[in-house]
Structures are given as structure tokens and as C-alpha cells.
């Protein structure tokens, strides 16, 4: 490839858009589509060319984000998922028991450096339940309100302490939530790793 002090700045400038747009295409797409680009902006925009035609070959080009579509239209890009991606969703899921929250932390970072996944993707992932199935572990180790229950002066028994039946009903649906929301999350983020690249 040329370099960059051979072209216009304004061919520069364009060469740098042109590869962050392109920086989801496959490496090998990605490489070709620039050195073809930079190739052609070499012999039309050269460093001494005057501005005007330098903008008027740019404009022929059309946005860099244009020349990327027209490079994906056979096709979409698949997001790729690999140990990153495996390894955030496994540590989102159960990291924080196998190593108490640091594990979930690890899983979270991984998410936001993985490239397979929006934004949207990645505060879903990390909202939804931080800690994955720690609070559902930690439930375990909860110490139980036990109903207890002895004998009255007057022969009847009498029973105190224990949750009440709202108690109860609360406390289902805590535990629901706390195992159903990670498990929802990992299988949404699995789900959304291969979905195609621009794809919502």
C-alpha cells in the first residue's frame, strides 16, 4: 500500500473514514477494499492535485459508508463468535459463583470488548441481573424463617414465626426472577452473536 504522505489531505481524510467504516468487513474483504481505494486515490489525488478536483473525484466515490454497503450487498457480514463471546456469556452466567462477582465482572468485560454485539446488546447483558446466578446461589445460604410451635397453658398449641403467605408469594418470585433473567440473558446473547452485522 502507498502511504499516506503520497495523497491529498482531503484523499487522507477520506482513506481514514473509509477504514473505520469498513473495520466490521472481513479482514481479507476489509484489505482488498483499501488497497484498491488507496491504489485508485494515488494516481487521481495525489498530494500537489488542487482541491477542487481532488473533492470532484472524491464525490465520484460516493461516502465511504456507501462503498462499504455496496461491498456487503451480496451478502450480510455474519458477526463472528468465538472464545470471547463464549467466555462472556459463560462468566455473565455463572462466573460470579465460580469466582464471587470478579468472575461476572471478567464476563462483563468481555462483553463490552467483543465486537459481535450492539451497544443495546451490551447494557442488556449487563443490566439484566448483574452477577448472573450469584444472588440465586447466595439464596441458598439465606437463613430460613421456620415456624415454631408449643404447647398453651390451656392445652392448645400455638405457632409463631414463619412467612406469611405474601411472604411466600414474594419470595417465589424473587427466586424466579434471580434464575429465569440470567438464563434469558445468555441465551439472548447468544442468540444475537449471530445475527448479522447492521442487523437490530
Known amino acids: ?3 499516506e504522505n503520497t495523497l491529498h489531505p482531503l484523499a487522507e481524510q477520506y482513506l481514514k473514514q473509509l477504514r473505520r467504516a469498513a473495520r466490521d468487513l ?3 474483504r476489509r484489505d482488498e477494499l483499501l488497497a484498491d481505494i488507496e491504489a485508485h486515490l ?22 465511504p459508508a456507501e462503498i462499504v454497503l455496496a461491498e456487503t450487498s451480496a ?12 467466555g462472556a456469556i459463560v462468566l455473565l452466567l455463572v462466573g460470579g459463583i465460580l469466582l464471587p462477582f470478579l468472575g461476572w465482572v471478567v464476563g462483563a468485560l468481555l462483553l463490552w470488548l467483543s465486537r459481535a ?12 441481573l448483574p452477577g448472573g446466578l450469584l444472588p440465586a446461589a447466595m439464596l441458598i445460604f439465606l437463613p430460613v424463617d421456620v415456624e415454631s410451635c ?4 390451656a392445652g392448645g398449641q400455638v405457632c409463631v414465626g414463619g412467612p406469611t403467605v405474601i411472604q411466600q408469594s414474594i419470595n417465589t418470585v424473587f427466586v424466579v426472577i434471580v434464575v429465569v433473567a440470567p438464563l434469558c440473558t445468555a441465551v439472548y ?10 442487523a437490530r
Not at 42 to 63: F, M, N, Y
Not at 150 to 153: E, N, Q, Y
Not at 189 to 198: D, N, T, W
Request: aromatic share 4%.
Open 150 to 153: 408449643g404447647g398453651s397453658g
Open 1 to 3: 500500500m502507498t502511504t
Open 117 to 128: 454485539w450492539t451497544i443495546r446488546d451490551k447494557i442488556w447483558g449487563t443490566l439484566v
Open 42 to 63: 494515488a494516481e487521481t489525488a495525489p498530494a500537489g492535485a488542487d482541491d477542487a478536483d481532488v473533492q470532484a473525484t472524491l464525490d465520484r466515490l460516493g461516502a
Open 189 to 198: 446473547l447468544a442468540r444475537r452473536a449471530r445475527r448479522p452485522l447492521g
Open 26 to 28: 472481513p479482514r481479507s
Open 75 to 86: 451478502g450480510p457480514v455474519p458477526r463472528r463468535r468465538g472464545a470471547l463471546e463464549w
